[in-house]
């Protein structure tokens, strides 16, 4: 059974390495790295539709089907649990989205090992000098893919836990995200400069980019720090600050110490309330 399965493994996988070697790319390598990339993502995709569809079970052992490779073989067994709970977790069609879920992730694995071998055999090729194909990055995937098939089948043996199906998730995108990194380190970008003028150099850029984060800091402690001392020297005079004064509120229904004073005192505290209004939103 084990056989068949890797076998099963080996032909989906043939399908995007075919695809790569009979590509026009000059790169075949950095190809495969995103062919992989996006076969994971939809190995992630069909693993939700997967548990939206209620098939996690669809197949109850792990690795084959009821000690078989294909639900074809298993059709006897799958037919005798469908019939004993029509409504249950074991049904033809369930077993089949269960099947070709784990069919996706022999084919991604497989992939993953080409990529670790073909790091490692250009590495060692070129004496250890193409910083490209260093191997330890693949291998890691490798390791990782690993682990990740461990938890595909315990989520199986440990029928659905939410705890194990969630890490089983976790893993499956932090391998999607290590993937996209790989595939970024396969592209080589051009510098961007505008016509006419030469491109800066990345330590100028980062100076620039540091000095405007600067002054916006600067710019936000000092909008609080007006913020702050105008609440304050409203305090100081006994008068309740924009943040405590109410929305509407006529002068009668104020204390007789409370209420505006009048004259040139009155205007300047005015002017300086409408200052502070203008100011501090800015």
């Known amino acids: 059974m084990l056989i068949q399965l890797a076998v099963m493994g080996l032909l989906v996988a043939l399908i995007p390495l075919t695809l790569t070697w009979v590509s026009n790319d000059a790169d075949k390598y950095r190809k495969l790295v995103w062919i992989t990339l996006f076969l994971t993502f939809d190995l992630i995709m069909f693993g939700a539709f997967t548990r939206l569809t209620d098939s996690g079970l669809g197949c109850p052992d792990w690795p084959g089907c009821y000690g078989h490779s294909n639900p074809l073989l298993a059709h006897e067994h799958i037919s005798a649990a469908q019939e004993a709970m029509p409504t249950g977790p074991v049904t033809v069609a369930k077993a089949w989205i269960e099947m070709i879920h784990r069919y996706l992730a022999m084919a991604v694995g497989v992939l993953i090992i080409t990529l670790m071998v073909i790091a490692w055999r250009r590495w060692i090729k070129s004496g250890r000098t193409e910083l490209k194909f260093r191997p330890w990055f693949p291998t890691l995937l490798f390791l990782f893919v690993c682990l990740q098939g461990a938890f595909g089948a315990w989520t199986v043996t440990m029928k659905l836990q939410p705890v194990i199906v969630t890490i089983h998730l976790l893993l499956g995108l932090t391998l999607l995200a290590m993937l996209t ?20 150099r990345p330590a100028a850029r980062h100076h620039a980019h540091a000095r405007i984060r600067r002054h916006r800091h600067a710019a936000r402690g000092s909008e609080t720090a007006q913020g702050l001392a105008a609440d ?30 009048q004259g040139q005192e009155g205007h300047q505290q005015t002017a300086a309330r409408i200052e502070h209004r203008i100011r501090l939103p800015c």
């Open 181 to 200: 990194w790989l595939g970024a380190r396969q592209n080589v970008h051009a510098p961007v400069s505008s016509p006419g003028r030469p491109h800066r």
């Open 232 to 261: 304050r020297r409203r305090h100081q005079r006994g008068r309740p600050s924009l943040h405590d004064r109410p929305a509407r509120q006529s002068d009668d229904a104020l204390p007789q110490g409370r209420r505006p004073q």
